[in-house]
């Protein structure tokens, strides 16, 4: 049997040839490949997908949350909040900017930021008293939203800036209306395995604040003012390509009918595999865009041997994350040694299935099939 690929980027190229080629040959014609009209016109498609009132494209996720964070001006000895249960890019750009971040443990069973625990870290912070409580990243892991109405209210009492993290979840609703406009500033990313990536690096901005959005759109040149050779802020080159942007373009056209293709894998993976494993606890009054469908299994031998009996049978698997980030050894030094079991339990017996819009009932049944032998 052939395997089952993990994501399928080339059935998804297969289906949009046409606009891809279309869109494409526009960048080649007019040769403006840096902020080119593409660009202004993904900003405004992805500003109304999602309700914000500006988007700014930027040259990766992990560039937008830096330039965030350099508009805010954040830095030594201020703490960010985060969770341990994610991907890198979320802790790097704190250190990267000085600050230091603070991990804060996850919901076992949506694996989303633990608003209690946020608010227990934030008091020992305040306790320490070295650092000054300044900004909270939280994160939409997997494809579905954080707990954005009681995460901002704690941000609110303690007075931090919110930035929100959807590289994983751009397109998920929470309380029927799109993330994009929960916290002060929301960053996305279009890495081509995310739910809207591109053939390269790219990333966004969405910011409701007139302010910020200038600020977001300098600080990506350089920092330039009205003309190029005016310098008013530290900035970096953080564009976004045109070609990356029309690949976007051509890619939202089908977007909305592949979140509700996600959707229905994940529906079949839950009745087929919820009597047998822990499947993902929906959040509450939300949908999700289906990143990632990550199901627990009993203990770390367990995913072990399911791990390697799926591939065997050619149905790969993937394990985000193997390790929290309190744990990495680039982080170690900079935690405060608290304990976070929920995340450190997760590493251990997560296991991410194969999920696309391609996925097709067949193959389907036959990770389920194999998820069903390999427990039982
Ligand atoms: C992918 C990802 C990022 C970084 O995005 P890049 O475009 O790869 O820089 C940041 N945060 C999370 C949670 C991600 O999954």
Redesign the pocket.
Known sequence: MTAIPFIDLKAQQARIAGELRRRLDGVLAHCQFILGPEVAELETELATFCGAKHCVAVS????A?QIAFMAEGIGPGDAVFLPAF??T??AEVPLVLGATPVFVDVDPRTFQMDPAHLGRRIAEVRRGGKLRPRALIG?DLFGQPADWPALSAIAEREGLFTLD?L??SFGCTLHGRPLGAAADATVT???PS?PLGGYG???ALLTESDERAALYRSLRTHGEGTSRYEVLHTGMNGRLDSLQAAVLLAKLTVFRDELASRERVARYYDSRLGNAVMTPARVPDSTSAWAIYAILLRDAAMRQHVQATLRADGVPTAIYYPRPLHLQPAYREHHDDARLPVSEDLAERILALPIHPYLGTADMARVCDCVLAAVS
């Open positions: 990766s996720g992990t560039d949350i994610t991907y890019a979320t994160v993290d590289a994983q990313s279009f890495f995310k690096d790219g990333g």
